[in-house]
């Protein structure tokens, strides 16, 4: 079992930055993926970035390549995601995800077991 909890988020003005990050106990974080997704309301929840457990390999949603950053590190059992020149779509409660390590890194919700319980960014125009 791992429970996760993730803090950072806030209000930002467009165009600013925000580092989220993801605390996990129980389990060890180092034998699970890591992922974060984004809800607006209204909206399904959507992948946003991947990291597996050694850091070597991520993955990214289209629409945050060359903005977004996710790292990790196990030694903190702890995950991070920096964003970089928000937009106000990019308003949402963004979750960290864990599953049991395995390729290749999973974009979708259901492959994902445990979840944190949120936190809200908002990006002001």
């Known amino acids: 079992q791992v429970q996760l909890a993730e803090s950072g988020g806030g209000l930002v003005q467009a165009g600013g930055s925000l580092r989220l990050s993801c605390a996990a106990s129980?389990?060890?974080?180092?034998?699970?993926?890591m992922g974060w997704f984004r809800q607006a309301p209204g909206t399904e929840r959507e992948f946003v970035a991947a990291?597996?457990?050694?850091?070597?390999?991520?993955r990214f949603a289209d629409s945050v390549k060359g903005r977004f950053t996710i790292s990790r590190d196990n030694d903190k059992n702890a995950a991070y995601l920096q964003m970089n020149t928000l937009t106000p779509g990019e308003t949402a409660v963004y979750y960290c995800?864990?599953?049991?390590?395995?390729?290749?890194?999973?974009?979708?919700?259901?492959?994902?077991?445990?979840w944190g319980q949120g936190t809200q960014v908002t990006v002001s125009s």
């Open positions: 995800a864990a599953r049991p390590a395995r390729l290749p890194l999973g974009v979708r919700y259901s492959e994902y077991a445990y």
């Open positions: 129980g389990r060890a974080l180092s034998a699970s993926d």
């Open positions: 990291i597996s457990r050694s850091g070597q390999t991520t």
